[in-house]
């Protein structure tokens, strides 16, 4: 007597890879509804979800990254807003005329510095699993953008609108990391 899958032209091979292609299909689907789970639970938390949303998908390896990789591209987005955000007030200080403004640009170029040190700190930390550190130095990060902020507030000059969009873009993305670091200390 022959199996009935015989008769039907398939073979043991030809039906394995069928299975193992469907539950492949099967796995990928799965992974892909996690991390857009995952990504949805952390900018549920963060500052601003909208942001947080297209920020993480702006990194195509969010989509089947672990807390630990959402970590690592929040700190990579971080890195680079802190850092464009420090050449865009070089810039603006280089054009300014105003001795007071010049001196709030010289304390905000003071203060993105320290948030670079400490976002770059962050990928240690990461690594080391002193996931509170992290945390701690993220949390650093989004307060020395905002003190950029408030020295034009106590000065009461206005801040230009570029930088302002600057610093809340890396309050933003600093928001981000103080969420998934916060969910690590939890595991």
């Not at 689907?29 to 963060?46: F, M, P, Q, R």
């Not at 203060?111 to 650093?140: H, K, M, P, W």
């Not at 000065?155 to 969420?179: F, G, K």
Request: hydrophobic share 40%; aromatic share 6%; net charge negative.
């Amino acid at each position: 007597m022959e199996c009935s899958w015989r008769r039907h032209g398939h073979s043991p091979i030809s039906m394995a890879l069928l299975f193992f292609t469907i539950a492949l299909i099967l796995w990928s689907c799965s992974l892909a509804k996690a991390g857009g789970d995952l990504i949805n639970d952390v900018c549920s938390e963060s500052r601003n979800p909208p942001s947080c949303i297209k920020a993480l998908h702006s990194d195509p390896r969010s989509a089947s990254a672990d807390l630990k990789g959402l970590a690592k591209i929040s700190i990579n987005l971080s890195t680079k807003s802190a850092k464009s955000t420090w050449k865009l007030v070089d810039a603006l200080k280089k054009n300014a005329t105003n001795k007071s403004l010049k001196e709030i640009y010289d304390s905000c170029l003071e203060n993105y510095d320290e948030a670079i040190y400490d976002l770059d700190d962050c990928t240690r930390l990461l690594g080391s699993g002193d996931f509170q550190g992290v945390n701690l130095r993220a949390s650093a990060a989004m307060a020395y953008a905002g003190t950029c902020d408030d020295n034009f507030r106590e000065a009461q000059i206005t801040e230009p609108p570029q930088l302002v969009d600057a610093s809340n873009n890396l309050q933003d993305l600093s928001s981000i990391l103080l969420v998934i670091s916060h969910l690590l200390e939890g595991n």
